[in-house]
């Protein structure tokens, strides 16, 4: 059982990246699309809010919220209607048929590192062809997070997303690095090589900061692709203070993770 910390909001940046870069995953079906919020805490507003966000794509989602403590279910079961539902399980997932998009966050955050890729296989066996599983951690409030996603076969991609507000420097995010990476921030892995890059971006970028936070980080992102780091997605995401790299610029040395 994890801690189960949950606050309204939380989630908001990864909701808004599944939102905007998995579509073809919400709209292939013919069905209504079946997602699960993975360990959803102690209150179930992260289900909620998913599914009322995932409804501008797909107004007939189904979302089931998937908790192992019997207490939490039981707590979220009068919230249930015909697009939210709630189960007990974990990572075999408690759901009938294959699934469109499964969120995981500040679940294996908790674990021992040697069960990442093992807990990684389960969902994924689970996923439909076009599906996504969506793993990572964030700050109690939602200000800094960052999650790989990955289809049934590896993993895609890996997203950093800070409030820019206030923000001193990107490589603060470390603290909220998933499992996978978070023991890797050392000399000569890649993820310390990135974070690294990203405050010598950040403070070559310092004179944009009289146009604001957010000028001065697109102008780190700029910085960041020229010296070779493989970033996806456009400015509008950047804006959001987003960052999406393939996964095999970060993947661990020597690790089943590449």
């Excluded at 990203?198 to 944009?208: F, G, M, S, V, Y």
Aim: one cysteine or more; charged letters at 25%.
């Amino acid at each position: 059982m994890t801690r189960g910390t949950t606050n309204p909001n939380r989630l908001r940046r990864c909701d808004r990246w599944v939102v905007a870069t998995q579509r073809e995953a919400l709209l292939a079906p013919v069905a209504p699309p079946l997602v699960v919020d993975l360990g959803y805490g102690a209150s179930p507003i992260t289900a909620v809010e998913l599914r009322d966000r995932l409804r501008a794509v797909r107004p007939d989602v189904r979302v089931v919220g998937v908790e192992i403590e019997p207490e939490r279910v039981a707590v979220a079961k009068p919230l249930e209607d015909d697009t939210l539902s709630f189960r007990l399980g974990g990572f075999e997932l408690p759901v009938e048929g294959e699934v469109d998009v499964v969120r995981a966050f500040n679940v294996l955050r908790q674990y021992d590192e040697s069960q990442v890729a093992r807990s990684w296989q389960i969902v994924q066996r689970r996923l439909s062809p076009t599906g996504v599983f969506v793993e990572g951690t964030c700050d109690e409030i939602g200000r800094l997070a960052t999650w790989v996603a990955l289809d049934r076969e590896r993993p895609l991609t890996f997203t950093l997303s800070w409030r820019l507000g206030g923000l001193q420097t990107p490589s603060m995010i470390a603290e909220r690095l998933p499992k996978v990476l978070i023991h890797r921030n050392v000399e000569g892995e890649p993820i310390h090589r990135l974070l690294r890059d990203l405050d010598r971006a950040w403070a070559t970028a310092a004179p944009h900061a009289s146009y604001g936070a957010r000028q001065r980080f697109l102008a780190t992102v700029r910085l960041v692709r020229e010296w070779g780091w493989p970033v996806r997605d456009g400015v509008r995401r950047h804006r959001l203070g987003e960052l999406t790299l393939d996964w095999s610029a970060v993947a661990p040395n020597g690790s089943e993770f590449g």
